[in-house]
């Protein structure tokens, strides 16, 4: 037997090992400890603002820790900072590459972040003195796309690529400082644990991987998707993972049990998941889909509760806003939404 | 793994990395599912009240409310 054939057959030993492992803990559902729990009624969002001015497709938008201001990349090469409650642009900002498919904010509001299939992560500052916004740094080390960005800090930030890695910058001196590797095809997406200790990434080898940031390893791996996994996000607690593939369902994982513990899935719904986030509470999920629609879930009792229907393509990006008040949608139509 | 050049690993290389994170992961300390779904059913409900998506917003109160329109007196 080569060398190769062992490792395999070591790997998929050890595959059922920790398959077995989790079993033996798995003494209940979600569903049956929500059993008691009365399903949500009709969840019945409305748009409250449309944000127009971008020329082309959306990819992505963050909102800023405020509550108030998103920053949005489209495909007509610009970024654009809104206020989303008065729907000005706060800032128009000309990439030099309009093949954006991230964009980030940073916590304090004093940077934005985008990048695509220039490879690279450019870093923004809002503040700069003289009142124009220019690019602060470019990060350039990926060997593939730029999928998703995430800041901890005005001095760091972290990138997941089409190369597999994910990796944690020094935005100062514009060096990688910690590169993440285990995935095995193309990162997709990555979300930032509450107490920033800790991230996740989805990924196109059908897994999720929980990462320690400082530690610089690998935790957690988490399987059971069929196909590519788009979108990531950590439930509100930071000690469960949501994810949203392609398969057309999204999961939710328990990092102290290490295991699934619910499927969100509905025969009707046939079309990949691209986006997600949670309510505030994490009653809600809420999930795009290539069929132009948010479906509303009910998270613990895996029941569809509300459908968002506004946009007339595919809704490429989403997100709740820090205090929770309202849900923004992002879409090749070219348009953000604001619901509530 | 501080900065590492995939390009430089081979086939090889990655397997053992695939099998080395592996028996990382097997010694990992579970809990067992039904204290993790009772701490997520009391969080999620602990947080209802005041999550707006969930319970709604009166319309005075709610600061993306819809300028204009006409009052009819």
């Known amino acids: 037997m080569g060398e190769m054939e062992e490792l395999r057959k070591e790997m998929e030993n050890l595959k059922d090992q920790i398959t077995a492992a989790r079993k033996t803990f798995q003494d209940s559902t979600l569903q049956e400890a929500a059993a008691g729990v009365t399903v949500v ?24 820790t405020d509550s108030t201001l998103c920053v949005s990349a489209s495909q007509d090469g610009k970024l654009i900072v809104w206020d989303t409650i008065t729907t000005n642009k706060v800032n128009a900002i000309p990439l030099k590459s309009s093949w954006v498919m991230t ?12 990048g695509g299939l220039d490879n690279m992560c450019s870093i923004y500052n809002l503040k700069g003195k003289d009142g124009n916004v220019k690019v602060m740094r ?5 060997t593939g796309y730029l999928s998703c960005c995430r800041f901890l800090s005005d001095t760091e930030i972290i990138t997941s690529s089409g190369d597999c890695t994910c990796v944690l910058w020094d935005i100062e001196t514009g060096t990688q400082k910690t590169v ?18 800790f991230f996740i990434s989805g990924a196109c080898d059908f897994t999720a991987k929980l990462w320690d940031i400082r530690e610089a390893e690998c935790r957690q791996t988490f399987g059971g998707h069929e196909s590519d996994i788009n979108a990531i996000g950590f439930f509100p607690n930071g000690n469960a993972v949501i994810t949203g593939s392609d398969d057309a369902t999204c999961k939710l994982y328990d990092l102290r ?36 629609n948010v479906n509303i ?44 | 793994m501080p900065v590492i050049n995939m390009d430089d690993l081979t086939d090889k290389d990655k397997a053992l990395m695939a099998v080395n994170q592996l028996k990382t992961e097997i010694k990992l300390e579970r809990w067992l599912t039904s204290k993790c779904c009772e701490e997520i059913k009391a969080y999620i409900q602990a947080g209802e009240e005041e999550d707006i998506l969930f319970k709604g917003i009166a319309e005075d109160k709610n600061p993306f409310k819809e300028k204009g329109g006409c009052v009819i007196f």
């Not at chain 1, 009624?41 to 800023?64: C, D, N, P, S």
């Not at chain 1, 946009?311 to 348009?335: L, Q």
């Open chain 1, 103 to 114: 964009c980030a904010y940073a916590p304090s509001g004093n940077l934005v972040a985008c």
């Open chain 1, 41 to 64: 009624g009709r969840v019945q969002l409305k748009t409250r603002k449309t944000l127009r001015g971008h020329l082309a497709k959306i990819y992505a938008m963050h909102w800023g």
């Open chain 1, 297 to 340: 879930w009910d998270m613990l009792k895996a029941e569809r509760v509300g459908v968002l229907a506004g946009h007339d393509n595919r809704v490429s990006c989403i997100g709740v806003s820090t205090d929770g008040m309202a849900c923004c949608t992002g879409s090749w139509d070219s348009f953000l939404k604001i619901w509530n």
């Open chain 1, 138 to 142: 470019e990060l350039a080390a990926h």
């Open chain 1, 257 to 292: 049990a290490d295991q699934e513990l619910l499927t969100y899935q509905d025969s009707s719904i046939m079309c990949g998941v691209t986006s997600l986030a949670p309510s505030k509470s994490g009653r809600l999920l809420l999930a795009g889909h290539d069929d132009f």
């Open chain 1, 180 to 197: 993440f590797a285990g995935h095995q095809g193309d990162a997709m997406s990555l979300g930032v644990s509450p107490d920033f200790k």
